[in-house]
């Protein structure tokens, strides 16, 4: 019995030398491995209206290597945008390095000292883009995961290449995503067609000069659509294109059923106008004064004119504008139309023989004129063409 315990005792020292070895044995904890964080605003830079990204790699609390993403405009108050991206140099807290900006090819210096202040930076320096001296002064910044970056640089251009119907895009409005280099030659190309292109479009975001992509909005009718979106895929450059969100709105849709409103494969555009402005006389207590489409977008465009309730002694006369756009409830082949219905413009004028009093309507924003009710005149036009109305609470027709 005395031996069998010995032989256990030395078993069990054998044991914990052998793992007390093993431990000595063991490699060092490995050093702290690479960690990347970015600051997405340094205050101050080109007047405030720099879009900023640095890009920090770090280990431990060490910053190891950076690099400086800076969009600005190329002149003060310009839309037009430039842009450097300058690797820096990492002596201790000390910042540098020189490039030259991508656009106008101006010559870029960085000289930062950043330094932590609790769980915030500073960073106070220079940046001068050509001959222009920006004197760096930005406290409080803090520092994001590449995760949190990442998720916060997600965007949606709202492209929907094949929607299943018009109830998230709109049947007239068309988005292109196109290679920067090549969004030139893209919209040359859209010169002399029936289409409009926004204006708004045409700016390069810092966005898109990062991703090296643009989105071109385009308003055409929706007869065309399907044809210019194919077109538009085949094109150099081209990353993507389809439907996306125009002025379609569901609350003033509706859906009916296309028997009775073609002729073959187009729409009696004439007999829609007319149906469309008789129900209008009569919701707006107005005579129709003119309808027309417009050949780009393949938009309807009503007039109509009534006398003004806003001191009737006087005889002014109201003006009311009503947009519409008639098309397929889908993209292809479809039984069913819809039609969305804008909301009234109204203006009003002295249109009476004689000396005439000039009024001033001190409209606000973008607005032209003053938008009011319509007297229930998409309920109206639901029944003149035996439509559904949208349901915003369940999403369906009804």
């Given at each position: 019995m005395r031996a069998l315990l010995l032989c256990l005792v030395g078993l069990m020292t054998a044991s914990s030398e052998l793992a007390f070895a093993q431990m000595k044995l063991s490699p060092k904890a490995a050093p702290s491995a690479n960690e990347v964080r970015y600051f997405t605003s340094i205050d101050g830079l080109m007047d405030g209206n720099a879009d900023v990204v640095l890009k920090e790699t770090r280990q431990g609390k060490t910053v190891t290597s950076a690099v400086l993403d800076v969009c600005y405009p190329a002149e003060k108050g310009s839309d037009r945008?430039?842009?450097?991206?300058?690797?820096?140099?990492?002596?201790?807290?000390?910042?540098?390095?020189?490039?030259?900006?991508?656009?106008?090819?101006?010559?870029?210096?960085?000289?930062?000292?950043?330094?932590p202040t609790g769980d915030t930076f500073e960073f106070k320096g220079q940046i001068s883009v050509g001959r222009t001296v920006t004197e760096v002064t930005s406290t409080d910044n803090f520092d994001l995961s590449e995760k949190e970056f990442l998720d916060n640089q997600t965007t949606d251009d709202g492209i929907t290449p094949a929607p299943k119907d018009f109830t998230e895009v709109s049947p007239e409005s068309i988005g292109v995503r196109v290679k920067l280099d090549a969004a030139l030659d893209f919209l040359k190309g859209l010169k002399g067609q029936d289409l409009e292109v926004s204006l708004n479009s045409l700016t390069v975001s810092c966005d898109a000069l990062r991703a090296g992509e643009q989105t071109i909005n385009i308003s055409v009718d929706p007869d065309r659509a399907t044809a210019l979106?194919?077109?538009?895929?085949?094109?150099?450059?081209?990353?993507?294109?389809?439907?996306?969100?125009?002025?379609?709105?569901?609350?003033?849709?509706?859906?009916?059923?296309?028997?009775?409103?073609?002729?073959?494969?187009?729409?009696?555009?004439?007999?829609?106008?007319?149906?469309?402005?008789?129900?209008?006389?009569?919701?707006?207590?107005?005579?129709?004064?003119?309808?027309?489409?417009?050949?780009?977008?393949?938009?309807?465009?009503?007039?109509?004119?009534?006398?003004?309730?806003?001191?009737?002694?006087?005889?002014?006369t109201e003006t009311?504008?009503?947009?519409?756009?008639?098309?397929?409830?889908?993209?292809?082949?479809?039984?069913?139309?819809?039609?969305?219905?804008?909301?009234?413009?109204?203006?009003?004028?002295?249109?009476?023989?004689?000396?005439?009093?000039?009024?001033?309507?001190?409209?606000?924003?973008?607005?032209?004129?003053?938008?009011?009710?319509?007297?229930?005149?998409?309920?109206?036009?639901?029944?003149?063409?035996?439509?559904?109305?949208?349901?915003?609470?369940?999403?369906v027709w009804k």
């Open positions: 945008k430039d842009r450097f991206v300058a690797n820096l140099a990492v002596n201790g807290q000390t910042l540098t390095g020189t490039t030259q900006s991508i656009s106008d090819k101006l010559p870029v210096t960085v000289k930062l000292v950043r330094k979106i194919a077109k538009s895929k085949s094109s150099p450059g081209v990353v993507a294109a389809g439907w996306t969100s125009g002025v379609v709105e569901m609350e003033r849709s509706i859906r009916f059923a296309a028997a009775g409103w073609r002729d073959g494969d187009r729409l009696n555009k004439d007999k829609i106008a007319a149906a469309i402005a008789n129900v209008l006389t009569k919701t707006l207590s107005a005579k129709s004064a003119a309808a027309g489409w417009n050949a780009n977008t393949g938009k309807l465009k009503l007039t109509f004119k009534r006398p003004s309730q806003q001191f009737p002694a006087l005889d002014l009311v504008e009503i947009t519409a756009l008639v098309a397929p409830d889908k993209p292809g082949v479809s039984d069913r139309l819809m039609l969305w219905i804008g909301s009234p413009v109204i203006s009003t004028a002295d249109e009476g023989a004689g000396p005439r009093l000039n009024l001033n309507e001190e409209s606000s924003g973008d607005e032209e004129g003053d938008q009011k009710d319509d007297n229930g005149s998409v309920d109206a036009l639901a029944k003149e063409f035996k439509g559904q109305r949208w349901d915003t609470d369940k999403s």
